[in-house]
């Protein structure tokens, strides 16, 4: 077998053996949170918050990428108050954070844009957004846990009807305090390896 015979051989069962495997993804989830918001004009009201995280390939010492996605749902009395106030839109942005246990760095964020919808004349109002891409390093064994902060923002834009205007909302919603204490864990923790 003559040297450029036996490197081609040589080149295809190496291309062979280590061919690229698929990304795994091990999603993550939140049970519904309930988070206190300060809307204007209102009493706080609680607002219900489902979370989720992709996390793809989570090896030992390695870099990994997290996903995450969030959905707050409005609950029908703040929709009704913003319907009864002219407005018959909303587009804007929703935000928070998530600890991480067993990786670097300790904590990520979650949140985006949503874009304009509607505000009906029943039922709530649900935001939804994705994002942003992280990349945390996995710690040489153990888990990786996560776990949603204690705070959204919403930034609203409510479109007033009437006038074709955007009128601008900044909403504080802390975690709301229950006793036992919420559970904010992502489920379930990843075994690192």
Known sequence: ??????????????????????????????GALT?????????????????QLDVTDLNPGQPFTVVPAAT?????????????????????????SFTVSGAA??????????????????GSITLHVAGPVQTFTAEPAGTVAFAMGPGLSDGLQLHRASTGTWVVWSVSCPLK????????????AIVIG
């Open 177 to 188: 305090v229950t006793n036992p204490a919420q559970n904010v864990s992502f489920q379930p």
């Open 35 to 51: 988070y206190t918001c300060a809307f204007p004009g209102l009493t706080p009201q609680a607002t219900m918050l489902t979370a």
């Open 105 to 122: 760095p300790a904590s990520g964020s979650v949140g985006g844009e949503f874009p304009e919808q509607p505000i009906g004349t029943t």
């Open 1 to 30: 077998m003559g040297i450029g015979t036996a490197l081609a051989a040589a080149l295809l069962v190496t291309g062979v053996a280590t061919g690229t495997a698929a990304a795994a993804t091990v999603t993550v989830q939140t």
């Open 72 to 96: 707050q749902v409005i609950p029908s009395n703040v929709r009704a108050f913003l319907r009864s106030s002219g407005y018959d839109a909303v587009r804007g942005s929703l935000g928070g």
